[in-house]
């Protein structure tokens, strides 16, 4: 609202004239009339009381001007407020009205994205495939709305690159009977090698750049929707590099994660299910196995050097290896706090290396 002197110009300064006459009159004629009134004498007493009704009259009228100051500065005070209220409620509805365009913009482009992606995803072309492996990824850690899709997405794509057939990789013995029996292969000594050399070769380099973004996803607070597991089953990862991935709370059931060049260095597994899953020969060392169920996987041959496995459920089945060498190979982890064994391997193990089962000391 425009203020009353700048709307009405002419008006305001014929007021402020009128006021300033009135003043200069009551500050002569008052004091007179007051004088007048009680007929004293012209003299010094009449003069003196002269002066004191003008200065009488002069703090009276700066009294009052002062009040219609301290009004005049409350009014504007006010209006300014009231100004800047108005002024912030048009800046935030335009920037709400701007938001919204810019994530409905947003959203429009992601779902381009995603949809180029996808399509890029099954091409015939590797080079194709990887680009879209990588463009899914940007967009897993950007838009909460495909964060879960793409994980469902990737996850299926590694289930059905290559799958295993179990029990066949349940333990090295197992193998060995089952391959004898299949007439499949002769020479038993490395069964694990032979067999996989019978599936076709995997796409190593899709895998790695898939698992990847799954370990390095970003946690997202997904509106309307339950954050997924990374699930991944019935897959051959032979001699996959996962080192310093987060694993966290996933799953990998039935999956062969064996090589000699299988790498899981700091890999976090925390609270994941691995059951029947295979990690032999693979290097786990400084790995996260806490809270972790693992039933029936094997380590045979893995290097568990600084492996945690606080918490960890694990049961009586490590391939062809007989209870000395669990003992020895479980003595090179960090710690097995808490985890729950078989009695008979618990018993062994803590009879050799009781510190394993205390209470780790954080650094």
Not at 64 to 77: E, Q
Not at 117 to 132: D, F, N, Q, T
Not at 275 to 286: H, K, M, V, Y
Not at 298 to 315: Q, R, V, Y
Request: glycine fraction near 4%.
């Amino acid at each position: 609202m425009e203020p009353f002197y700048k709307k009405h110009k002419c008006w305001f300064w014929l007021i402020v004239i009128v006021i300033f006459i009135i003043i200069v009159v009551l500050i002569k004629f008052i004091p007179e009339l007051y004088i007048n009134y009680y007929s004293l004498p012209y003299d010094k007493v009449k003069l003196d009381a002269i002066r004191d009704v003008r200065l009488l009259v002069v703090q009276i009228i700066g009294g009052i001007l002062v009040i219609i100051g301290i009004w005049l500065t409350w009014k504007r005070t006010k209006a300014t407020e009231e100004l800047t209220r108005a002024t912030e409620n048009q800046v935030k509805e335009f920037a709400r009205k701007t938001d919204s365009d810019q994530n409905a913009e947003f959203e429009k482009r992601m779902l381009e994205q995603y949809a180029e992606g996808v399509k890029l995803l099954i091409h015939a072309e590797p080079y194709s495939r990887l680009a879209g492996i990588y463009a899914l990824e940007i967009i897993m850690n950007t838009s909460p709305r495909f964060h879960n899709k793409i994980i469902e997405l990737f996850c299926t794509k590694v289930n059905e690159y290559r799958k295993i057939s179990f029990p066949i990789y349940l333990s090295t013995k197992c193998e060995i009977e089952i391959l004898k029996k299949q007439n499949k292969i002769a020479d038993t000594r490395k069964p694990m090698e032979k067999l996989v050399s019978e599936y076709d070769k995997p796409m190593e380099t899709e895998l790695q750049a898939i698992l990847t973004a799954l370990g390095k996803r970003k946690s997202r607070d997904v509106e309307k929707e339950e954050k997924i597991q990374v699930d991944i089953r019935d897959a051959t990862l032979y001699n996959i590099n996962l080192s310093d991935l987060d694993f966290n709370n996933s799953v990998f059931i039935r999956v062969l994660l064996s090589g000699e060049e299988a790498k899981f260095v700091r890999t976090v597994f925390i609270d994941s299910d691995l059951r029947n899953s295979i990690f032999e020969q693979a290097d786990l060392r400084g790995a996260k196995f806490d809270g972790a169920y693992i039933l029936q996987t094997n380590f045979d041959g893995a290097n568990l050097e600084e492996a945690s496995f606080i918490g960890s459920t694990f049961k009586d089945d490590y391939g062809n290896m007989n209870i000395e060498k669990v003992v020895e190979q479980f003595s090179k982890v960090k710690t097995l706090y808490k985890a729950e064994f078989d009695q008979e391997i618990k018993m062994a193990i803590n009879d050799k290396y009781p510190e394993l089962f205390e209470k780790p000391v954080r650094n």
